[in-house]
């Protein structure tokens, strides 16, 4: 890749664009308050327990939100759309809900575990998304888990 203003302009021009923005910053904020609670919740609760209320009010939540956008009578509708995708994502959500629990119990730290998971999470959907949507793999995304690799090993030291 040519490095040279108008790439890093319009980079920054795509990256500044509000419709790109906003989602990220949600991603970001979420997943920051998400792992500050994960490593506050206290030991002698049951993991299970906890998911169980969280589930139950986010269920709540998006249940509202739901009705509110599609309107009451397009619910049946617009829920007639769900697909597999919907159960196998509850599994991986509790997995990764759980995985974090425990992850924090066993005494990693805030400011690793989330870099360590997410850098192995990015280097394992490049190769996912090469093989099962047969997106392109550049030079620069080689050399850059290579890079996420050593970072890990330095991390760790």
Do not use: R
């Given at each position: 890749?040519?490095?040279?203003?108008?790439?890093?302009?319009?980079f920054f021009g795509d990256f500044l664009n509000f419709n790109m923005l906003w989602p990220i910053l949600i991603v970001?904020?979420?997943?920051?308050?998400?792992?500050?609670c994960m490593k506050s919740?206290?030991?002698?609760?049951?993991p299970f327990g906890a998911l169980m209320v969280t589930?139950?009010?986010?269920?709540?939540?998006?249940?509202l939100i739901f009705v509110i956008m599609v309107k009451p009578e397009n619910v049946v509708l617009e829920l007639s759309k769900v697909n597999w995708t919907s159960i196998i994502l509850a599994l991986v959500v509790v997995g990764l809900e759980v995985g974090y629990v425990f992850v924090y119990r066993a005494g990693w730290q805030v400011?690793?575990?989330?870099v360590v998971a997410n850098i192995g999470l990015?280097?394992?959907?490049?190769?996912?998304?090469y093989v099962l949507y047969k997106e392109n793999v550049s030079l620069q995304q080689?050399?850059?888990?290579?890079?996420?690799?050593?970072g890990l090993i330095l991390i760790n030291i």
């Open positions: 890749m040519k490095l040279d203003f108008t790439t890093f302009f319009s970001i904020a979420s997943n920051s308050l998400y792992n500050i919740m206290p030991n002698d609760v049951n589930y139950l009010i986010a269920a709540i939540l998006t249940a400011n690793t575990a989330s990015a280097c394992v959907l490049l190769v996912v998304g080689i050399i850059g888990i290579v890079v996420c690799l050593f």
